[in-house]
Nanobody, 127 residues
Framework: QVQLVESGGGLVQAGGSLRLSCVVSGRTFSSYAMDWFRQAPGKEREFVAAISWSDGNTVYSDSVKGRFTISRDNAKNTVYLEMNSLKPEDTAVYYC????????????????????WGKGTLVTVSS
């Protein structure tokens, strides 16, 4: 059974930092990309960042570029999202997701392209 389990959310003041983790299990993810999405109250879920499990290539949304860093630890089957210079508008439930990426294809950055999802972890940034 495939599982993606997020952790690391919490309450932080604006300008602060948090690191989210996503532990994956249940299958081999070497041909997958790992993504982070977020959903703020009353808004649709949006793409945040993605990383290729095999070669480490990354993609970021414009809203987090330069502030957030996605990384992975293959040995620990864990993907991280380091979030710095947090803003109140970063408040959301953050979801880990995985999408299968065929050879020579691009990583998906849209919700419908994901194959697996975690249940999310809440990040609240106070002003």
């Amino acid at each position: 059974q495939v599982q993606l389990v997020e952790s690391g959310g919490g309450l932080v003041q604006a300008g602060g930092s948090l690191r989210l983790s996503c532990v994956v299990s249940g299958r081999t993810f070497s041909s997958y990309a790992m993504d982070w999405f977020r959903q703020a109250p009353g808004k649709e879920r949006e793409f945040v960042a993605a990383i290729s499990w095999s070669d480490g290539n990354t993609v970021y949304s414009d809203s987090v570029k330069g502030r957030f860093t996605i990384s992975r630890d293959n040995a620990k089957n864990t993907v991280y999202l380091e979030m710095n210079s947090l803003k109140p508008e970063d408040t959301a439930v953050y979801y880990c997701a995985a999408d299968y990426v065929p050879r020579h294809a691009r990583m998906a950055t849209y919700e419908a392209g994901m194959d697996y999802w975690g249940k999310g972890t809440l990040v609240t940034v106070s002003s």
